[in-house]
Structure formats: C-alpha cells, structure tokens
C-alpha cells in the first residue's frame, strides 16, 4: 500500500545526543515535509523539499538538519542545539501541480523524549 | 504575517449534539483550505476547499468557506464519540512560498461526552 512511513515510533534522547527520525514515502511525491506539535499547539514547519537535494528552512528550523538524496527519503536529525526536543515529529509528503486536488499526506509520527 | 486562528481551542458537548468549528486566516498568497481530524497520531484528512459559497459534505461532516471574510466553518450534526478528537484548519499557499506551502492553526479539541 502507498503510504508514509515514520520510524522509529518512540524515541529516548539523552541530554547532548543527536538523533535521526526516519520518513520514506512511496506515493511518488515531490515535496516532503517536517512538523513538529506540542501539546495544544498545532504543527509547525520545521524544514520541507521540493526537490531531490535541495529543501528550505520553516519557521522553527534552528538545532535541525535534514537531508533529500533520494525522492522518497527525508530524514530529520535533531541535534543538540535543539534546546527543547521534545515534542510530537510529523513527517508529510504532496504531489505539486496546480489543480485543486492535492492534498498534503502526514506518516504516523515520531514521539520523541528527552531524558 | 499569516496566521490561521481557530476557535474555539478546547468544547465539550453531548452525544447527539451540532458543533460549529470555526477557522479565520490571514494569509498571502491563498491556495485552499484544508481540515484535519487527529486523534492520537497523524492527522487524516477531512475536507479541502478552494471557492467560497460551495459546501462540502462528507456524512455528519460539512465544511465551507468564505474568501471574502477569510472564514470557514466545520459543522458535525448528530455528534458521537467518536467524533473525540483535535479538528486542525490550514491554508495551503500557492506553491514555492518561502515558508513552506501549509499554515496550521493550533486546532480545537472537541469532546463528546456519551
């Protein structure tokens, strides 16, 4: 089945660790995006492509990276400059275009906790 | 700056209940405006919608839009438990905006009570 996987479900960070949350899609998708929700916020853009090798920063970018070497990877790594980790990760995907019917499709999530 | 602001944040209503979800925008650049259930996880699609004055319907759900007032509503009659969940609005911009294509607000909780 089409769809967006998100990997792993839980995560444990250690205080000063980097992490990497995996997202890989096979509906063909251009455009890939980073979220990040907590608790009674809604989701906020972290990072999101376009293409294959190139992304933008959101609007809460700063202790991220991410990479885009191939159409259905994104991969976000969390560093330790990220002062405040913890949170609800999405991962999404859309096909581009112009018509009225695209839609945005979001993987299970990541729950990611700072020890 | 955009903006989607929904209201309210958190409602609490009885089985069998009507409930209006409200969502304003203040965004450049408008392309369609989408909802979202969440329920523990990933949001799942509800409903988009491009033009003003046209209602969607899907079941209990109905949503609509107005450009004019930069407005839409989300309305599920006949509410039942299972309608317990986090209701998100957002605004997809024309693409190749400089912050990404989807503005979310922070969404409203509804509950319904059996």
């Known amino acids: 089945d089409g769809g967006i996987t998100q990997s792993p479900k839980y995560l444990f960070r250690k205080e000063g660790q980097n992490v990497t949350l995996s997202c890989e899609q096979n509906l063909n998708h251009d455009a890939m995006y980073w979220y990040r929700q907590d608790p009674g916020q809604g989701l906020r853009l972290i990072y999101y492509?376009?293409?294959?090798?190139?992304?933008q920063k959101g609007d809460i970018a700063e202790g991220y990276s991410v990479s885009r070497e191939k159409k259905e990877s994104f991969p976000l790594t969390v560093t330790s400059a990220q002062k405040n980790p913890t949170a609800f990760y999405l991962c999404?995907?859309?096909?581009?275009?112009?018509?009225?019917?695209?839609?945005?499709?979001f993987g299970e999530g990541s729950w990611l906790t700072v020890v | 700056e955009d903006k989607v602001v929904q209201s309210p944040l958190s409602l609490v209503v009885h089985e069998g209940d009507t409930v209006t979800l409200n969502c304003s925008y203040e965004?450049?650049?408008?392309?369609?405006l989408l909802w979202y259930k969440q329920e523990k996880k990933a949001p799942t699609f509800l409903f988009m919608l491009t033009s003003s004055g046209i209602e969607k319907k899907s079941g209990r759900l109905s949503s609509i839009l107005d450009k004019k007032e930069l407005f839409s509503i989300l309305n599920i009659t006949a509410t039942q438990t299972g309608d317990s969940a986090v209701y998100l609005c957002?605004?997809?911009?024309?693409?190749?905006?400089?912050?990404?294509?989807?503005?979310f607000g922070k969404g409203t909780k509804l509950s319904v009570k059996p």
């Open positions: 965004v450049t650049n408008f392309r369609s």
């Open positions: 999404a995907s859309s096909a581009p275009g112009q018509g009225a019917g695209n839609t945005i499709y």
């Open positions: 492509s376009q293409i294959v090798n190139d992304f």
């Open positions: 957002a605004v997809r911009k024309n693409y190749g905006g400089s912050q990404g294509n989807l503005i």
